[in-house]
């Protein structure tokens, strides 16, 4: 495949879009960035709910290609995620089908898989992007709806994905887990390139992380697609480990992939309504 030239980003506005939309042009790339809030500085930004699959298939028209960044990047209620990821994630599948555009990068995650006991420390053991899924929230399960997704539009449609289960994209490490996890900009940027130009990817699913050192996550799907990555998060170990210690080995951030967010509630605890004393 000839690399595509015109990329739809949805998402654009948020962290992962921001550092897209930075990197991709040096790629060659021209950018038709969209979200559902107004770009700072980028008046010809699209403005649109995924949910909305009239203005999904406009933003698609004359593509040629597609980073599927935007919807709720959290755990939230069932609803909320119903319509920001799933129905979101299908207008946009369908309107690439109908609009003839045959590559997608979907943005999954780590939390597809959360539930997954990490290797042994020492074991040397890495953890490939092959293993069945087991989602840690409802968004989780919402990025296992799109990998599904991905993977029947592929087969039947001939619409071509990569899905990438990305640890932590920030501009830096901010936690221990962060470590294992980090994906650095320039290493997301060179990954998504990797993705939008390898041919016949069919559906791929890969690990999106940088070369740390700490890393529990095998990334040779990603290396097969082309992508090399060039920085390791070791280079804020010393820093964080002198400010956090070392994670205890029952902590949950050493025990599953998904860490912390495999004990979230999709809405906070509420103090029950005290009872009405009689004649109240
Ligand atoms: P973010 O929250 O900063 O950006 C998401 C963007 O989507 C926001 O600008 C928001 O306005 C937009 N959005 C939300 N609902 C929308 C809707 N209904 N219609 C149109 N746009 C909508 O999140 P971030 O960190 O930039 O993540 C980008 C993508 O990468 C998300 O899909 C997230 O699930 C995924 N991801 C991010 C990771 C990270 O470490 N940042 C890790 C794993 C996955
Ligand atoms: C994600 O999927 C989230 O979108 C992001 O906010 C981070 O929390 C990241 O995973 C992570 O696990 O660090």
Redesign the pocket.
């Known amino acids: 495949m000839t690399q595509p030239r015109t990329i739809l980003l ?10 897209l939309r930075q990197s991709l042009p040096g790629y060659g790339y021209r950018l038709r960035p ?4 107004p770009l700072k500085g980028e008046p010809d930004a699209l403005v ?5 699959a009239e203005a999904v298939r406009a933003a698609v028209r004359g593509v040629d290609a597609i980073v ?7 755990e939230d209620t069932f609803e909320a995620i119903l ?3 799933i129905q ?1 994630c299908h207008n946009l599948y369908e309107a690439a089908r109908r609009e003839g555009v045959r590559r997608i990068v979907f ?5 597809a898989v959360g539930f997954v006991p990490l290797p042994e420390a020492g074991s040397g053991r890495l953890i490939g992007s092959d293993i069945p899924t087991r989602p840690d929230t409802y ?1 989780g399960l919402s ?1 296992v709806f799109g990998e599904g997704l991905a993977s029947l539009y592929a087969d039947k449609y001939g619409v071509q994905s990569v899905s ?7 501009p830096a490490p901010t936690t221990v887990r962060m470590l294992s ?1 980090w ?1 650095s900009p320039a290493d997301c940027g060179r990954l998504v390139h990797a993705a939008l130009s390898a041919p016949d990817v069919g559906h791929t699913v890969v690990n ?1 992380i940088s070369a740390n050192t700490r890393a529990w996550w095998d990334l040779s799907t990603a290396r097969a697609l082309g992508y090399v990555p060039q920085d390791n998060a070791e280079a804020y170990a010393e820093a964080l480990l002198a400010a956090h210690g070392e994670l205890p080995p029952d902590h949950v951030d050493a025990r599953l992939i998904g860490g912390y967010f495999t004990e979230l509630e999709p809405e906070p605890e509420r103090e029950p309504a005290p009872e009405l004393a009689p004649g109240e």
């Open positions: 949805t998402g654009a506005a948020g962290g992962v879009g921001t550092f969209a979200d559902l809030r649109f709910d995924v949910r909305d599927h960044l935007g919807g709720i990047a959290l319509g920001a990821n979101g943005a999954s995650s780590n939390h968004y990025k990438i289960r990305i640890g932590s994209c920030y996890t994906l999106g």
